[in-house]
């Protein structure tokens, strides 16, 4: 009786043991920041800090959107503008295809349908979201001479200025979420979920699950809930989710979600992008956003997107 009580003891000690180990395992303290980690990563033989530094230097989803400018492919556009009980003002539904002909790409739209004023009579965008979304997926002319170059490729925008300024700003949204962005008033810098004190505010992870039937690491990077107020003040990217190829750390897909008031605008926005392969090519495949955003003196917009792209190639 007393030596089963013992093997018990040993039991009950042994496995508290491991348990304690096995929390221990689950964080590791990577650049200053702690990461928390899966049991099957952990079980893995993943190296934590050369996984981060590819994060943070990633530029394979930027590459994936470089690419549809060498590429001839179809596009179904959905804008949606509504008020703020989500009603319809105004839309844009269309079919639009791309050519890549020599060193030269031409867009032509194949079917357009619009309601509400989302052009003036002039055929210009009515509505500031509208606009950006054609300055980012709408071609005008022929245009020549672009590569799939990521390096070097970054605009100065310190030679920009309106329309064009604000849409290389965007751009940087969406190619380079989490990274300074130069030239945003009162949150450029506050864009860095990577910087030291950054480290403070948010909680990172890192797991291993099913994305669109493909086995990929996931890496997601989410403000702390315990944050004081001036610290809330330094949050931009509320939330952020990234699938790799744990092969090629390629990005598989990404949501982001972002909101911030500076008083003299505010914006809350919800951004996804999912990735597919063309040719061993990384192209996107489907973007959504669904944001709203306002400007002092300026009638507050609600926009939603969804682009939808395909037949690469053809």
């Known amino acids: 009786m007393l030596l089963n009580l013992k093997r018990i003891l040993c039991f009950i000690v042994v496995a508290l043991s491991v348990k304690t180990i096995q929390a221990q395992d689950s964080s590791v ?6 990461i928390q980690l899966s049991d099957i990563i952990v079980r893995s033989d993943i190296n934590v800090s050369d996984f981060i530094r590819r994060v943070r230097d990633d ?3 930027y590459k994936a959107f470089r690419n549809l400018r060498t590429l001839s492919y179809s596009a179904i556009n ?3 503008m509504v ?3 989500g009603v319809l003002l105004a839309s844009l539904n269309s079919k639009t295809h791309q050519t890549r002909t020599g060193n030269c790409r031409s867009m032509e739209v194949l079917e357009e349908k619009t ?3 989302i052009r003036d009579n002039k055929g210009d965008w009515n509505y500031y979201t509208a606009q950006l979304y054609a300055g980012l997926f709408f071609t005008t002319g022929s245009i020549c001479g672009e590569t799939n170059i990521v390096q070097g490729t970054m605009v100065n925008i310190d030679q920009l200025s309106g329309m064009e300024k ?3 700003q965007l751009k940087m949204l969406f190619f380079n979420p989490g990274k300074s962005i130069p030239g945003i008033p009162f949150i450029g810098n506050k864009m860095d979920i990577f910087s030291k004190k950054a480290a403070d505010l948010y909680d990172y992870s890192i797991d291993r699950q099913r994305y669109n039937g493909k086995d990929c690491y996931v890496f997601t990077v989410k403000s702390k809930d315990d944050l004081s107020k001036g610290q809330k003040d330094d949050i931009v990217i509320d939330e952020m989710t990234t699938w790799f190829d744990p092969k090629t750390m390629e990005v598989q897909g990404r949501v982001y979600d972002m909101s911030y008031d500076a008083g003299l605008y505010d914006f809350n926005v919800h951004m996804e992008a999912q990735l597919g392969k063309y040719e061993g090519l990384l192209v996107p495949t489907l973007l959504r956003y669904n944001g709203n955003w306002g ?3 300026k009638k507050r917009e609600r926009g939603i997107f969804t682009a939808t792209l395909y037949d690469f190639g053809k």
Do not use: C
């Open 83 to 85: 008020d703020k009980k």
């Open 295 to 297: 400007v002092v003196l």
């Open 78 to 80: 959905d804008v949606r």
């Open 29 to 34: 303290r990577v650049q200053g920041r702690y």
């Open 115 to 117: 309601t509400g004023n």
């Open 166 to 168: 604000h849409k290389e």
């Open 59 to 61: 530029t394979t989803f």
